[in-house]
């Protein structure tokens, strides 16, 4: 039976006159259709969680985080149904998917334990100084496609635990199993609290501008986070920026190649490189270059091919949707024509039994030049041949794809500043037997967070943000959770 999915307002689902369908990355095959929320669905939406969050704001830490546990467990009941949506939507096999449902579960269990209390910041004979931290209102909370119930789930959870009423927006790529998620948690919740409404840019921009949302929550591309930060200022909502990446690895001469190379192809190749924090631009030391680039090409091509069955043991998939397939190809033909070394991969074309999906295999650049498209650029592209005008992004970066360039180094203050983007700052890692050399090496970084001898994998106990145009503010960890409250102090005086 084809499943029915429904924008939920209130606790009521709602289906509505005008549907999408998203096409299956595997197959092209179309989806099932899914409800665009209506101006009213939205308008209604708004007012449910501006109602509730009048008792909402006014019930415990412990008590939210209580209910917590039970949308981590409603996670678990729900795994299977969730997980195939997830796979369907984003083209993640069996094992990917399932990744997804154990980290919003984790992230539930987390916050259940850390949430934010007073925090006296000074006392003396005199005076107490008591910071109390108190809800913003209603979050809205705009989601991308690579990890949509992940990055939607930290958005919901954060606001939850700090007492916000929160309606999410996924991805128009990626809209069932976040839709699918909100409606099985009904009742847990009171109505109004978490909702869910599906859209496009338009939506997107209806909720950065409307004056009954206190605070937005956004990840995708930069491009589109400057719009959103400039409609924010209208009405001067709070908002946190988590966006693209271009990140760095650094390999030193004396790294351990038997662990750093199957590190970095994950880094590189893990959901086909549609990752954030992808490792994206490997500047490996002259001295080992050549030994590691046969390694890498080895691991690459022995873990990371092509299985089009979703069972498939693999982390390795399609590109999530045509828009960002045409983008990476283009890439990958930019290469070509200007004759790159590509030592794996680089087809466009027939890759797969049926030639069907959007699929390309893992493919690694030897030395391209420094300023070539393929380690630098930031290109331009639409999507209306994909979805119609309202869905229509932009910019996209060619950050989210599987090709790899590998790059070399011999002088170290060279490499820190080819590594030091100008314009992104997101992730970036560090291999060298010698810890103390690594940790120097990666303070050199500009960059919210880095790794040393692992690639990229952010930590829901730790804070995660974008230096400059990778990000406005973070999430996660404690510190994540300051950005969806006020902080007031209280000014005692003791005599
Ligand atoms: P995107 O910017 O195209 O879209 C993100 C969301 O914004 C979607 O829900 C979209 O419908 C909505 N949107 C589009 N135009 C809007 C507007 N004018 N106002 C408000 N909302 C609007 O990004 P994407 O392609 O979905 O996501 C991929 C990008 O996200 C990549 O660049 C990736 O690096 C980045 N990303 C960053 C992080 C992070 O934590 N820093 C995590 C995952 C992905």
Known sequence: MQPKFFNVINDELRGSEQTHAVTDPRTEDELWPCPIASTQDFEDAVAAANK???????TTLTERQGLLVKLADNLEQHRGELATYIGKETGKSVILSNIEIDGAVKQCLYYSQNGLEDEVQHEDENSKLVATHVPIG?????CPWNFP??????KVVSSLVTGNCVI??????????????????????PPGVLQVLN???????AMTLHPGIQKISFTGTTSTGKRVMASCAKTLKKVTLELAGNDAAIVLPDADLDKAVPSIASGGFFNAGQVCVASKRIYVHESIYDEFLKRLVGEVEGKYGIQEEAAAPSVFGPVDNKMQFDNVKSIVEDCHKNGYDIVTGGKTTGVTSTGKGF????????????SSRLVQEEQFGKSDF??????ERAFHQRDTGPILPILSWS??????????LDNAGLGASVYSKDLKEAERVARRLEAGSIWINQSERPRFEAYFSGLKDSGFGGEMGKQGLLAYAYTKVLHFTKN
């Open 359 to 370: 699929w390309l295999p893992p493919t690694i650049v030897s030395r391209p030049p420094e």
């Open 168 to 189: 999410v927006k996924p991805s128009p790529f990626t809209p069932y199993g976040v839709m699918k998620w909100v409606e099985l948690a009904r009742g847990i919740l």
């Open 52 to 58: 509730a969050f009048e008792s909402w704001s006014q």
């Open 199 to 205: 859209g496009g840019a338009e939506l997107g921009q």
């Open 411 to 420: 002088d170290e203050n060279d490499v820190i500043k080819r590594a030091n």
């Open 386 to 391: 994909c979805y119609p005008p309202q869905y």
């Open 138 to 142: 209603v979050v809205g909370a705009i």
């Open 149 to 154: 119930l992940i990055l939607s789930n930290i």
